[in-house]
């Protein structure tokens, strides 16, 4: 028998198929670029450490590579995704669909395939899709009563494949109470081919991926598994406040002096060198400040708002987990600091050029030497230019950090957290404590998407953690009533 149903869809059925964990991995890819604003003309990104990451063709589409160089999609793309056009999608290296696309999903003709690294592909769906489901086509080797119904229902489906033994088939003690068939979709119902004979279990998996070793028997005590879960400062529902209105003191931006602007009686005080002289810095003058203004912003932000991330890792599973990976990709309404509050520091303002108008005036007003005009001008808020970022420790904002046991630790890549277990026992948790420093700029209901893959998974593991931001204003008044 094969075991309780709802335990069998759970390990075959429950982990999410290949084209949406490679669709999330792209997206997690696009969200570092924003081709909006920059991409026109552009035929190359590159990551920081200089490798290609997008390139277009001729055509304009899209070579989206992994960090490790490989494919991951050649489409036409924008920062949501694959927009519309025909594509293709890969799995480390291996080609995982082929097809149109609309509106941002898999609309029209197109081949799914199975995801099985090897030297052989075999095809799993094929058809027409609408809207990101198969409307008409064929389902491939799905597993089946031998009676020639489904097991369940259709809107669970389960084909074997290479990771069908090497998870679950073994469990399976009686190969003869099932079959395999092919499925037909018309108009999003499921059928089995009547054209196509049943085939049995065991045979057909070993046609395809060769002779395996299966257990006779199978015991729920007997099944042991890491299970890896994620919390941010111990919850899955993250909770910021946030308002754009709080005060913050920017520097405001100068403008080139004109003609029109030196009357009469402050013409023998400026010369038309010292002008020219003025005007010319006004470019890098606009970048210093702005670059001030932002990073003031951030400070601001980051003081009145800015929320300390504690990371923990659990394996609430019945297994101990080795090697596991962990990446926490961040929404691009926030920011991500290194350190803590208590590491914050205040950016000092950047030393300006004085206005030859305003030299003119101190010098009618008797205050002589420039000299005097400067340190006048430092009293009224002009401070050193610094390239400091907010934090004491002079560190580059999204830098790189590791932890003091190389065991353990934590990667800050733009908007994604890495994180590193050698091996968690099971029931055990494991804390990075105020490495990060979460700053809001914007309200609203966001996701966290995260990933967890160890030693002991078939596939990786992806779920998400909610972030609310809610108005600072709307949450006190809410406060205030209770």
């Known amino acids: 028998m094969i075991p309780s149903y709802v335990q069998y869809k759970y390990d075959v059925a429950e982990p999410k198929d290949a084209f949406e964990m490679m669709n999330e991995h792209l997206l997690s890819i696009l969200r570092k670029f924003d081709y909006a604003q920059d991409s026109k003309g552009k035929t190359q990104y590159f990551s920081q450490e200089g490798n290609i990451v997008i390139e277009y063709d001729a055509e304009g589409k899209a070579i989206v590579y992994s960090k490790a160089g490989e494919k991951v999609c050649h489409a036409f793309i924008d920062n949501k995704g694959i927009c519309e056009g025909w594509a293709k999608l890969f799995s480390e290296g291996t080609l995982l669909y082929e097809g149109a696309w609309r509106n941002y999903k898999r609309h029209g003709q197109g081949i799914d395939y199975l995801n099985d690294y090897g030297d052989y592909q075999y095809v799993s769906k094929?058809?027409?899709?609408e809207d990101g489901e198969l409307w008409n086509g064929v389902i491939h080797d799905v597993l089946v009563n031998s009676d020639g119904t489904l097991i369940d229902d259709d809107e669970d489906i389960i084909q074997i494949n290479e990771q069908f033994h090497r998870h679950k088939a073994n469990f399976i003690e009686d190969f003869g109470a099932y079959s395999i068939a092919d499925l037909i979709v018309e108009e999003g119902e499921f059928t089995i081919d009547p054209a196509s004979p049943l085939r049995e279990v065991k045979p057909t998996y070993e046609s395809k991926y060769g002779e395996v070793e299966w257990s006779?028997?199978?015991?729920?005590?007997?099944?042991n598994t890491p299970n890896i879960n994620v919390l941010i400062n111990e919850t899955n529902e993250l909770k910021l406040a946030f308002n754009p209105a709080i005060e913050i003191n920017r520097l405001s931006l100068p403008a080139e002096i004109m003609q029109s602007d030196i009357t009469s009686h402050l013409s023998?005080?400026?010369t038309e060198e010292e002008v020219e002289s003025y005007n010319a810095k006004i470019p890098d003058t606009i970048k210093k400040i702005e670059t001030y203004n932002k990073e003031l912003e951030t400070y601001k932000f980051a003081e009145a708002f800015g929320?300390?991330?504690?990371l923990s890792i659990i394996n609430e599973g019945s297994l101990k987990a080795n090697d596991i990976h962990i990446e926490l990709d961040l929404p691009d309404e926030v920011l991500i600091l290194e350190g803590s509050k208590k590491s914050l520091e205040e950016p000092e303002a950047p030393i300006l050029p004085h206005s030859p108008i305003d030299k003119a005036l101190f010098e009618m007003a008797g205050f002589g030497a420039i000299q005097s005009a400067t340190g006048l001008l430092g009293r009224m808020g002009f401070g050193a230019f610094s390239h400091s970022n907010i934090y004491k420790n002079d560190k580059l904002l999204r830098n790189f950090v590791t932890g003091t046991n190389p065991n353990y630790w934590t990667h800050l890549d733009g908007n994604t957290i890495s994180v590193h277990c050698a091996e968690l026992l099971h029931t055990r948790k494991r804390t990075f404590d105020s490495e990060y420093l979460l700053v809001p700029t914007k309200a609203g209901a966001y996701d966290?998407?995260?990933?967890?893959i160890c030693e002991e998974y078939v596939e990786e593991d992806a779920f998400t953690i909610q972030m609310i931001v809610e108005d600072f204003d709307v949450r006190i008044e809410e406060e205030s009533y209770d």
């Open 268 to 270: 023998k005080y400026v």
């Open 216 to 223: 006779d028997s199978y015991s729920y005590e007997e099944v």
């Open 448 to 452: 966290i998407n995260v990933s967890v």
């Open 126 to 129: 094929e058809g027409t899709w």
């Open 307 to 310: 929320l300390e991330l504690n």
